[in-house]
């Protein structure tokens, strides 16, 4: 089972929302957080070597989820999950959901990618691991940035995944209340580097 | 004006056949370069003066003592292309800051009988944007500023000196995009872009700068300048003669400002590198595109599998999109849109059509901007890792799409082991970019290309220079694409206006070649 994140696009210039709640999110490209894509990968890769029967994708969060659930079928995922949640969601409530889906597909491995660009917690791996008692790798199978380089979609993949199935369910049927213990107050932007300034001889400097 | 159309004229008398012949040894540049044999037949004009001291200072008064440089060593990137076939031996170059410091510049020029060539990104592939000989340069780079942007009808008005890629990400943050796009955008300037009518990528979606160019400031050689910078889409007040200065590649006049037509910048954008079994596969999935994407497709390049592997080969970064099988040609496939979801439901249904249907026999679709940029790095890359491979002979053809890729063939039977010929471009357009690659410039394999390649693009009504200019490379190449009587007029007309001294050159060849041909 991998869990895969619908995050804006790596390569776009991030802006904060006038109002300062938080960062541009309308209008601008998502795709599948970098870290998940290499999870998801490597987990396609323990498949082909035989080691996995079935690469399971989990998604949480908006309808527009299962674009990305729907890449992850066309790279080779066998089939998705899509957990259907409103909202923000922290890393402890992402962990609960996790269990209760691992509790109820028994899947043997977990994987997750190390962190997602968005929020940068990297903290879902270790929570999950902990409500779950299963030992758990950092970095292995929590997976950073060096670890593979993911494949591509390709059209016969693309065309494959239209038949694949995607279920849908929602925190309710999986009984994990969700609730948020944190609250964002502000977001800004991180302060302007100031240009530097050319000095002709240390003296200046002191 | 007056003492212009006297030289002019005396000039003229100067065009008799002896002073072409008389052969001029290869006094500039060596550096592996294999010119075309025109600028070994050109001799400096004895017209044009010398650059002294006093020009110096005069030049100082007028610029400022950091923007006239005469050193040696910092000339020498200025002096020599990109492609490193060509290098002049200038030893002045101007770098004005504003239109009236050109203005300045050109008026001395002029009374001097300075010889000048403009210079913007030099990312000309022509040798058109360095000297030929001592020519001074000068150089728009110090004229980058964004005079204005109106928000909503997306008329930007710039300076001739903005770097492309600037453009881009200025406009960007205003929600809007530039309607050329070119690998070399990190370095050209904006004012070449309009004097060589550059073409690009998105040409197939947004049309030539001829639409969206909306108006000129241009400074003429004899330090008129030229205001024709509106920002009206429509004006029909007498001959439009900013087309005039489109393409003209600096022989009429410095271009100093633009004011262009933006388009919106769309939020759905997808690109799809896909394998074609054969070229005529690659015709027909054009023209379904066209029909079927019509509104939404931006860009239509295709690839040989040749280009593909010397890319795969020499440019650092370059992964193959397609791993685990040869395919003979590629195509990369952009659309862009207004609606994500359904965008992106329009192109996978074409595509999975076109594979039933066996007009494709492979493709990936990018599913982010880093995978996307990916497969454009290979498509953009071509140049720089044709420079990287050895010597490379560079041909830019308008030609008609289903005879483009006969050519392609036609010279690699010519060529033999010799040579790896390679085929690439802008198939939405129809252009093909033939590019031959050797380890080392050789004459006997020159001769083998030209004037074959000229004149089986001319039997084929077709263009030797589709958007690359002529330059000096191609100047005397101008009759294979149009008719004596075109040119013929073409040159009675420029002189019409104060002619910039640099382009003596490009026009003299040109008329070199009318003097071989009885005209009416």
């Not at chain 2, 999935?285 to 592997?309: C, M, N, P, V, Y």
């Not at chain 2, 830019?396 to 010929?421: F, T």
């Amino acid at each position: 089972m991998v869990a895969i994140k619908r995050v804006v696009d790596y390569a776009v210039k991030i802006r904060v929302k006038p109002d300062k709640t938080g960062v541009e999110t309308t209008k601008v490209k998502m795709s599948m957080n970098p870290f998940c894509e290499i999870a998801l990968e490597e987990a396609l890769r323990m498949k082909e070597a035989g080691l996995a029967s079935e690469v399971v994708a989990v998604s949480m969060g908006p309808p527009k989820c299962v674009d990305t659930l729907r890449t992850g079928l066309a790279m080779g995922a066998d089939r998705g999950i899509h957990v259907d949640v409103l909202g923000a969601l922290q890393p402890l409530s992402v962990a609960k959901l996790l269990k209760a889906l691992v509790d109820s597909e028994k899947p043997g491995l977990l994987i997750l990618g190390k962190q997602a660009i968005d929020d940068d917690c990297n903290q879902t791996g270790q929570l999950v691991a902990g409500l779950l008692s299963w030992p758990q790798g950092t970095l292995l199978p929590s997976t950073d940035l060096r670890l593979n380089q993911p494949r591509y979609a390709t059209l016969p993949n693309i065309l494959k995944a239209k038949s694949k199935v995607i279920k849908k369910c929602t925190p309710e049927e999986l009984n994990v209340p969700i609730k948020s213990d944190l609250e964002t107050v502000q977001v800004t932007e991180p302060p302007h580097r100031k240009a530097g300034v050319i000095l002709s001889s240390v003296d200046e400097l002191v | 004006m007056e003492k212009w159309r006297a030289t002019s004229r005396h000039l003229l008398r100067h065009f008799s056949k002896d002073l072409f012949d008389r052969r001029m040894s290869p006094s500039f540049g060596t550096f592996n370069r294999q010119l075309s044999s025109v600028a070994t037949t050109i001799q400096r004009n004895p017209l044009f003066s010398s650059i002294n001291s006093d020009d110096i200072s005069h030049f100082k008064e007028i610029l400022g003592e950091k923007n006239v440089i005469h050193d040696e060593e910092k000339l020498v990137t200025a002096n020599m292309d990109w492609m490193r076939k060509y290098r002049g031996s200038s030893k002045l170059m101007l770098q004005p800051r504003t239109t009236e410091e050109v203005s300045q510049i050109l008026k001395y020029c002029n009374s001097r009988c300075l010889a000048v060539v403009p210079q913007g990104g030099n990312t000309g592939l022509v040798g058109g944007s360095v000297p030929v000989f001592d020519e001074v340069i000068i150089s728009t780079s110090s004229m980058s500023k964004i005079v204005s942007f109106d928000k909503v009808s997306g008329i930007l008005v710039c300076e001739a000196g903005c770097i492309l890629e600037n453009l881009v990400s200025f406009l960007d943050n205003q929600g809007f995009i530039m309607p050329l796009d070119l690998g070399a955008k990190g370095s050209c300037q904006i004012g070449g872009n309009v004097s060589t009518n550059a073409g690009g990528l998105r040409l197939v979606r947004y049309g030539s700068l001829h639409g969206n160019v909306l108006g000129l400031e241009v400074v003429l050689a004899n330090g008129t300048v030229l205001d024709m910078l509106r920002t009206l889409r429509k004006d029909n007040t007498g001959y439009d003669l900013k087309h005039l200065f489109i393409g003209s590649e600096g022989s009429l006049g410095i271009v100093s400002k633009v004011s262009m037509l933006t388009p919106p910048k769309l939020s759905s954008v997808n690109l799809a590198f896909l394998a074609c079994k054969d070229y005529s596969s690659c015709q027909k999935l054009l023209l379904a595109a066209k029909r079927k994407l019509g509104e939404i497709l931006s860009a239509f390049e295709f690839l040989d599998t040749q280009a593909l592997d010397l890319v795969l080969k020499h440019l650092e970064g370059a992964r193959n999109p397609l791993p685990t099988s040869m395919h003979n040609f590629y195509i990369l496939m952009e659309t862009t849109g207004s609606n994500e979801s359904y965008d992106k439901e329009k192109l996978e249904a074409f595509l999975l059509h076109s594979m039933e249907g066996g007009l494709i026999s492979d493709g990936v679709l990018a599913q982010d901007i880093n995978q996307a940029s990916s497969f454009w790095h290979i498509r953009e890359g071509l140049p720089e890792a044709l420079m990287k491979a050895g010597a490379v002979y560079k041909y830019d053809l308008s030609l008609p799409v289903e005879k483009m890729y006969d050519l392609v063939e036609e010279m690699r039977i010519r060529l033999g082991p010799a040579a790896n010929v390679v085929g690439y471009g802008h198939l939405g357009d129809s252009n093909l970019h033939l590019n031959i690659s050797t380890p080392q410039y050789d004459d006997a394999i020159l001769a083998q290309i030209e004037p074959f390649v000229y004149e089986w693009t001319s039997k084929h009504h077709g263009s030797i220079s589709a958007e690359h200019g002529l330059g000096l490379m191609k100047a005397d190449k101008i009759f294979y694409s149009k008719s004596p009587e075109t040119v013929s007029i073409i040159l009675v007309g420029s002189y019409l206006l104060p002619k910039s001294l640099c382009i003596d050159i490009v026009l003299l060849l040109a008329f070199k070649s009318i003097s071989m041909t009885k005209f009416p």
